[in-house]
């Protein structure tokens, strides 16, 4: 059986020339492999996205328009 990967090194090279985004995105798919997720059930799932929906409504509180804008454009923009 052929060996068709390619070098660790090529890899390691080939990431440091990827942006820090692309980068940052290298590392979670690596940590996502290193800790799979056990599947959830609909429940779980539901109670988390109320948790979730729950945080955002609290952090969205007192803030204008204009404040909230501000804040999703900065988080995009990382």
Do not use: F
Not at 9 to 28: K, Y
Not at 42 to 50: F, I, L, N
């Amino acid at each position: 059986m052929t060996d068709i990967s390619p070098d660790v090194d090529e890899i390691l090279r080939a990431i440091n020339h990827l942006s820090a985004h692309e980068q940052e995105r290298v590392r979670r798919y690596l940590e996502s492999q290193q800790h799979p997720q056990k599947p959830r059930s609909k429940e779980e799932v539901e109670a988390w996205m109320a948790k979730l929906d729950a945080a955002i409504a609290e952090l969205r509180e007192g803030l204008t328009d204009e404040e909230l804008a501000e804040i999703i454009t900065a988080m995009n923009a990382e």
